[in-house]
């Protein structure tokens, strides 16, 4: 049982700073941003403590700026793929062996120093690399990185602190969170520094040692992350980061006897092949391997003939196009009934026609660029199939450039078909599509809402009748697993909404939370008996 001091502080979270011009923390964040964004790093992968170079170098970029160059990194293979294994495998014994309180004491030094000394570094590296306006940086570099390694911290003396209840006479019974046997394959996204900092961090919090492979997108400000670990006391070997190519990392993880799970942010067709390939390969493990993964979504808005259209409409602006809807939780598709419809699109043709683009490195700017090429054609695909349907159109936005940076203005499409592509099919990026349906046809409505996507991850209902917002809870219990009343669909804070959806979007195991640290421990029953039983009988056989 773990009490007094021993006790990881119930933790607060980390507050956001504004920026706002002239102040020094604006001074101080813009003038590293210059300072790296005129360097040129060269960033190794990092196996077992040391730096590894490979000699393959490629380009980073940054997505609102492409043909700059801010710096190189090594690219490897799967030999390296095998030594972060190794690595992993080695480092083990000692690290789940070493006491709760020395791993939780490296990672809240960690988020220490991810809120001093390296915050403006951290945001200046996301900005970049992920072309991140000041405030989505802040708020996911900073802030919700260093939520994720202080509460997970408190929850993991939570999890060893829980035993059994009872205890009979001469017997004590108790649990062990032991950490999997093996190792864990960590592969995160591009769109969260945060959550390339916790895929990793949550597993070895609980004893387990891991492979890290980042999205390349992500790379520059992956590495500083790593950075930041090792500076806080990381042993050599508990996390590795390596740079490869996704199939040739996986043809070598998901062959190997040790591993023990796979901890995943991305889309949904990768994880569903990754998931198929562990399971082709179930006979080769030692043991079942944990799986858990979030993946893509499909996220809601809908409104009911009560709901005030300014609130309304901010909420589609806000949670469609901040950090240009690449975020797995952006508003996607909108339900908004014909009463309240000229009101809200006119608020939201305002908003939309207000907001300026370009570099990060100016602060004025909320939308920036989108995170590549492929991203860039993707999104203006849909737009292109937009502007030749009879049965949609575009009201604002709906124009894109990739001269110099991957622009695309945020772009609102209103359609009549209900099931029209755009409101089914997932876009990421900064597109939303709003469906204007009869007032009279709420209940209606809900049930659309719930079987038109695949996706259970975030969804918002706007009203003013509490008979209706109850209605919409449960007609929509399982279409999203974080679930907004009367607020837009993204931003889920750590310690606060535990993030995660089911359906289509994963494995609902609520990132930042007690349920996800749950998942990379393997839990031992110990029974001991001070008074051992001497003769077999039972006191109903009699004498």
């Not at 090792?230 to 996390?239: L, N």
Request: aromatic share 12%.
């Amino acid at each position: 049982m773990i009490k007094g001091f021993f006790q990881v502080p119930k933790p607060v979270n980390e507050p956001i700073w504004e920026y706002k011009p002239g102040t020094d923390e604006h001074k101080e964040l813009i003038s590293k941003y210059r300072e790296l964004y005129n360097g040129k790093k060269e960033i190794t992968m990092h196996i077992n403590g040391e730096d590894i170079t490979t000699g393959e170098l490629h380009d980073l970029t940054p997505p609102h700026d492409h043909q700059h160059v801010v710096g190189q990194y090594h690219r490897g293979n799967s030999k390296h793929v095998q030594q972060a294994i190794d690595a992993a495998l080695a480092a083990k014994p000692k690290w789940e062996r070493l006491s709760w309180e020395q791993r939780a004491s490296i990672f809240l030094k960690a988020a220490d120093l991810i809120s001093g000394p390296y915050r403006a570094e951290m945001n200046a590296a996301t900005m970049i690399a992920q072309s991140k306006n000041v405030f989505q940086s802040e708020i996911d570099a900073v802030c919700e990185i260093i939520d994720f390694l202080r509460f997970n911290a408190y929850f993991m003396t939570e999890i060893y602190a829980e035993q059994p209840p009872e205890n009979s006479k001469n017997v004590w019974n108790r649990l062990e969170y032991r950490p999997l046997e093996g190792f864990i394959f960590a592969i995160t996204p591009f769109n969260f520094t945060a959550i390339a900092g916790n895929l990793p961090t949550a597993p070895a919090m609980m004893g387990n040692t891991v492979v890290w492979k980042p999205a390349d997108s992500q790379i520059y400000s992956a590495r500083l992350v790593m950075d930041v670990f090792k500076e806080a006391g990381m042993p050599d070997g508990v996390i590795n980061l390596v740079y490869t190519d996704g199939p040739e990392a996986g043809d070598v993880v998901f062959k190997h006897p040790d591993f023990a799970g796979l901890h995943f942010t991305g889309s949904t067709g990768v994880f569903k092949h990754l998931w198929k390939t562990i399971g082709e390969n179930i006979d080769l493990y030692k043991s079942y391997p944990r799986i858990v993964g979030e993946t893509g979504g499909k996220d809601f808005i809908v409104a009911h003939h009560t709901t005030k259209p300014k609130a309304l409409a901010t909420a589609i602006t806000r949670g469609a196009f901040e950090f240009q809807g690449q975020k797995c939780s952006a508003a996607s598709r909108a339900y908004v009934p014909d009463n309240i419809w000229e009101e809200t699109k006119k608020v939201v043709i305002e908003q939309v026609k207000s907001m300026k683009m370009g570099s990060p490195e100016d602060t004025s700017n909320f939308i920036t660029a989108v995170i590549d090429k492929g991203a860039f054609d993707k999104i203006s695909g849909y737009i292109d199939q937009v502007k030749k349907a009879n049965d949609a159109e575009i009201i604002c936005g709906g124009h894109y450039d990739d001269s110099k940076g991957y622009f695309i203005e945020p772009t609102v499409v209103v359609t009549t078909n209900p099931k029209f592509t755009t409101m089914v099919e997932e876009i990421f990026g900064p597109v939303i599509t709003i469906y204007v349906y009869p007032a009279a046809q709420w209940s209606e409505t809900l049930k659309l809402v719930d079987e038109t996507s695949p996706y259970g991850l975030t969804g918002a209902v706007f009203s003013q009748d509490r008979y209706a917002i109850n209605e919409a809870v449960e007609t929509l219990t399982h279409a999203a697993g974080n679930f907004y009343i009367n607020d837009k669909p993204t931003g889920a804070v750590v310690g606060q909404q535990p993030f995660g959806g089911a359906r289509g979007s994963g494995t609902n195991d609520k990132a930042g939370a007690k349920q996800n640290l749950m998942r990379w421990a393997s839990v031992r029953t110990i029974k001991e008996n001070f008074v051992s039983p001497e003769d077999y009988k039972y006191p109903f056989m009699g004498e």
